[in-house]
């Protein structure tokens, strides 16, 4: 079975595709020639630093981003006049007035744009033409996170090892030849922005100024807005170090002639000093940060360097470790195996990606102080309007990009995104208290840098997303069931609670009695009703109230750890009695997205919103909730999401994250080989709408892990959704809550054995199949299973 599954796989590429034997290592990902575009470059990062490496051979780029790097700074987007109108458009939409509802809502509570997420420059090598390029070799090593280049002419072997090193803050190039004196190339800094270069010595430093403000690209091609004293300002610093030859400057770039070594050692800095400062007139000394770091560099040597790269690294990538089989598939560059992808062939694919999402979330996001979250595209972009603003979404995308970090056993890595919500709990009660007369705090659909939360333009179908501090709040809580950290949960249990604040001072009684969401919509979908009326504005969506419903009993569970803040438990459990349910709809047996039984005006959009409570909360269970599941399961069967949007982004993550809690691995399988089939660029990351939209990286990363475990509903659950094209595997360094480490072995589909470590000492529940059993494992100890186990 194995030869034929090569077999489909190799037959129809050519030689010139295969890695060379002596070069070939099943740790990344690999293409026999330099990238011809963004999409075929290849992600490095830091957290803070990302480059985009091309690999070219007489000229070649590193874009460089840095997180930072905005345009905007602090300005007050709060909505003073939308309280006035928000009785009549919550009494509107009781009485069924859709459509006057809709223009009210456009017309009062909406406001302007984010700000854009920008590129910082690039860093540019030209090399002297010496002849024809032959054995090129471009890798991706998940397993030190460097990328090298090699590649030979008239029989001189060159190499170039490019790394983002998180310790010491930059990004190094080192450039080799196998016989002496044969590096001669010019290197510079350019950047899309105004900026200007200077050389010093060996080095090269760019200095820019962004823009004032920018336009998001979905309203066309607009240049920046510029104004003097306003925007923040940047450095990249590049230092150049060489071992023979010459290094010598002309018209602000670096020369270098017959040297047999090089290093290109680049850091960068912004004048960012917080959200709430602006960066021109309150800025840091960006400068002096430049400075610093490259006088550390100075001490270090090159193999410094890449120790320091390799230790940090690794001791993160190295947590986990996955075997889904070996088929040799991994000897074929990665843009003609996604070429030649079909459903049931390259079972390594899907470890392959695995991986490269964990490689991606180490890169983007890591804590510090001012560190910023993975945006829509990671640390990553090359536009000065880029797809959405490369902001975070939060009905959906930047919540995806962490469904993963605790599982995979990144849980530091999730630090970015709650210091991003605990920020925005500051605008955010500002938002609560004028737009809503609320206490507590709110944010909306999107975010920015400058963390404000009011409404964004253009529409109420998205912008008046009411959720998005709720949803962001799970991810509190999420971190705290992982790690037991009772200091951290008493820090963010004043977040949590504001928010539940918000939303207990903002629910309103429906013609029932329940307690709804109005103004609401769902996740940017229409309904249609049965008299024909289409629209978006409704009162309660099912996704609302699920997502709510979370927050109350998350802050419940947090009272219980902390033992505090009892009368406000009596509260919760009174509002939690009067959320309005989620309802099955007696004419089709789904699960309705919409208090009345409304149908979806485009159910083929990919946007099933009212799956949140299987997805990412644990409301919809198969076994504690079988009649929600199986009406639900109808809603995937009738809307077929991982069918639409080429199964990219929050199509695909969702799709996957459905099927792999309905523990359905056969259906999950048809969602990767979507996913894979139509929604990957060349190197391997995610594309929706000519875009790369990370989550469809992080949020298959996450269901290939839940395919493998799961413990969202009390239970550690083994192998709960593993397709049958993994007959054979081991998964090593998994994270289930309550502090446990899990190492799973299974051959022919079925557990051969699971290592269960305890973090904790915390009592738990494991389950394979329809057998549970209860472990009391001492804390920093281990309890074997076998399948004899569960028998």
């Known amino acids: 079975m194995k030869q034929l599954l090569i077999i489909a796989l190799l037959a129809t590429l050519t030689t ?38 091309y690999g070219g051979i007489e000229s070649d780029t590193v874009k460089i981003n840095e997180e930072t790097l905005w345009s905007g700074e602090p300005r007050d987007l709060q909505n003073y006049e939308a309280i006035k109108y928000l009785p009549e458009i919550r009494q509107l939409l009781l009485d069924g007035k859709t459509q006057k509802a809709e223009k009210l809502i456009n017309k009062t509570m909406l406001g302007e744009y984010n700000e854009n997420y920008l590129p910082m420059g690039d860093l540019v090598i030209n090399t002297t033409p010496i002849g024809k390029a032959e054995n090129y070799y471009r890798q991706l090593n998940l397993d030190n996170g460097i990328v ?28 080799s030849a196998s016989k002496p004196g044969q590096l001669n190339f010019s290197t510079s800094l350019i950047s899309l922005l105004k900026y200007q270069v200077e050389v010093k010595g060996n080095r090269v430093i760019l200095s820019g100024n962004a823009p004032k403000h920018s336009y998001p690209n979905y309203t066309g091609k607009r240049p920046p807005v510029y104004e003097d004293g306003h925007g923040m300002r940047f450095q990249m610093s590049l230092l150049v170090r060489n071992k023979g030859g010459v290094v010598k400057s002309k018209n602000n770039e670096i020369i270098v002639e017959n040297a047999d070594e090089v290093e290109l050692i680049l850091t960068a800095a ?44 690794s001791k993160l990538y190295g947590r986990v470790k996955l075997d889904l089989g070996d088929i040799g598939s991994d ?68 919540e995806i990009n962490y469904w993963g970090v605790e599982t995979a056993n990144l849980p530091e890595l999730h630090l970015p995104l709650i210091e991003l919500t605990k920020e925005l709990s500051v605008d955010g009660a500002k938002t609560a208290k004028n737009m809503y007369g609320a206490r507590g705090w709110i944010a909306h659909h999107n975010a920015d840098i400058w963390r404000t939360t009011s409404p964004v333009g253009g ?10 501090s709720a949803w962001l709040c ?103 009695s009067r959320l309005l349910p989620m309802r099955i709809s007696p004419t089709t047996g789904r699960l309705q997205e919409w208090k009345d039984d409304w149908k979806s005006a485009n159910p083929n959009s990919g946007q099933v919103a009212h799956g949140w409570g299987l997805a990412v909360g644990n409301q919809i269970s198969p076994r504690e909730t079988p009649e929600l599941a199986e009406a639900f399961t109808k809603t995937l069967e009738y809307r077929k999401p991982w069918k639409t949007n080429e199964c990219s982004s929050w199509t695909g993550s969702f799709s996957a994250k459905f099927w792999a809690r309905l523990g359905n691995g056969e259906m999950l399988q048809k969602v990767f080989d979507n996913h894979f089939s139509w929604a990957l660029f060349p190197n391997l990351t995610s594309n929706f709408r000519g875009f790369w939209e990370i989550d469809g ?14 413990s969202h509903t009390g239970e550690i659950v083994l192998l709960p959704a593993l397709p049958s094209k993994y007959p054979d595997g081991e998964v090593k360094g998994l994270r289930a809550r309550n502090g446990f480490e899990v190492d799973i072995k299974w051959e022919n589909n079925e557990l051969i054995e699971a290592i269960i470590y305890s973090n904790h000492g915390v009592d738990c529940k ?23 186990n569960f028998h």
């Not at 990286?697 to 799961?710: F, K, P, V, W």
């Not at 494991?766 to 004899?788: A, G």
Request: include cysteine.
């Open 270 to 313: 912004t004048s960012f000093n917080g959200f709430d400062k602006n960066p021109f007139t309150e800025g840091k000394d960006f400068n002096a940060i430049c400075e610093k770091r490259i006088a550390a560099i100075e001490k270090l040597n090159y193999g410094e360097l890449k120790s320091n790269h390799v230790e940090d690294y």
């Open 16 to 53: 010139s595709c295969f890695a060379p034997k002596d070069k070939f290592k099943k740790t990344g990902i690999w293409f026999n020639q330099p990238a011809k575009n963004w999409n075929e470059a290849i992600p490095i990062g830091n957290g803070a630093l990302g480059g985009m490496v």
């Open 766 to 788: 494991v389950r394979y199949k329809e057998k549970v059993i209860t472990l009391k494992i001492k804390e920093d100890e281990k309890s074997t299973l076998t399948i004899n």
């Open 474 to 576: 799970h991810h509190l809580w999420e971190h705290y069931e992982f790690t037991l950290d009772k200091e951290y949960l008493r820090e963010v249990y004043p977040v949590m609670k504001g928010a539940a604040q918000f939303y207990m001072d903002n629910l309103q009684r429906d013609e029932e009695g329940f307690l709804v969401t109005n103004p609401s919509e769902s996740f940017e979908n229409h309904f249609k009703q049965p008299d024909g009326t289409t629209g978006w504005a409704c009162v309660g969506a099912t996704q609302d109230m699920q997502i709510i419903r979370d927050l109350f009993q998350n802050c419940k569970l947090a009272i219980a750890e902390l033992d505090t803040d009892k009368e406000f438990d009596a509260k919760l459990d009174d509002y939690l």
């Open 148 to 175: 090298t280049v090699d590649y030979s002419i008239d029989n001189v072997d060159y190499k170039k090892e490019v790394f983002a090193s998180f310790p010491d803050k930059a990004i190094v190039v080192k450039i």
């Open 697 to 710: 990286n992080l949020g298959i990363m996450s269901a290939i892990a839940e395919m493998l475990l799961q």
């Open 459 to 468: 529409s109420g179908l998205w912008a008046i997303y009411q959720v998005g």
């Open 331 to 398: 000897s074929v560059s990665i843009n003609e195996r996604i070429k030649n992808y079909t459903p049931g062939n390259d079972p390594e694919l899907t470890e392959l990606y695995f991986n490269f999402g964990r490689y991606l979330l180490i890169s983007s996001s890591r804590p510090g102080k001012f560190a910023q979250p993975a945006n829509l595209q990671g640390i990553w972009s090359r536009w000065l309007q880029p797809g959405w603003s490369s902001n975070w979404t939060l009905n959906c995308n930047a």
